[in-house]
């Protein structure tokens, strides 16, 4: 069964998906250990490498964190602004190219084959 991505676009869908991308962006943002522990950190000796090591090797996990943050805020900033967030696909060639170089709006979807 394939996803039927216009569902996302619905008006009544769109405001709740931005909200589920908000709740999911933040509480990932919530999940990092720098947000957590950051009265620890702030405390920390940044000489000492023994203190931040363990956030040093935390370190891809906690960016991953912030870019999913990042990423899901702006895609329901996107959805918010009735701009698709899912790229067009090979079957749409011109307005493919065209997301290229700008935003490519719900109205100018034709049909759910676009995606």
Known sequence: MQFNYVLCYF????????????DNGITAFQ????YKEWDRI????HQN???LLP???????????IITCFEN????H????????HRV???????????EDRPIYVREVKDEDTF
Do not use: C, P
Request: avoid cysteine; glycine fraction near 2%.
């Open 31 to 34: 999940n990092a250990t720098f």
């Open 11 to 22: 008006d009544i869908n769109r405001k709740q998906n931005a909200y589920n991308l908000w």
């Open 49 to 51: 490498l023994d203190e």
């Open 89 to 99: 696909s090979n079957r749409h060639k011109s307005i493919q190219k065209q997301q």
């Open 73 to 76: 805020f702006m895609k329901g």
């Open 42 to 45: 702030k405390t920390l000796d």
């Open 55 to 65: 956030l040093i090797k935390d370190s891809i996990t906690e960016k991953t964190r």
């Open 78 to 85: 996107l959805l918010m602004q009735d701009i698709l967030v």
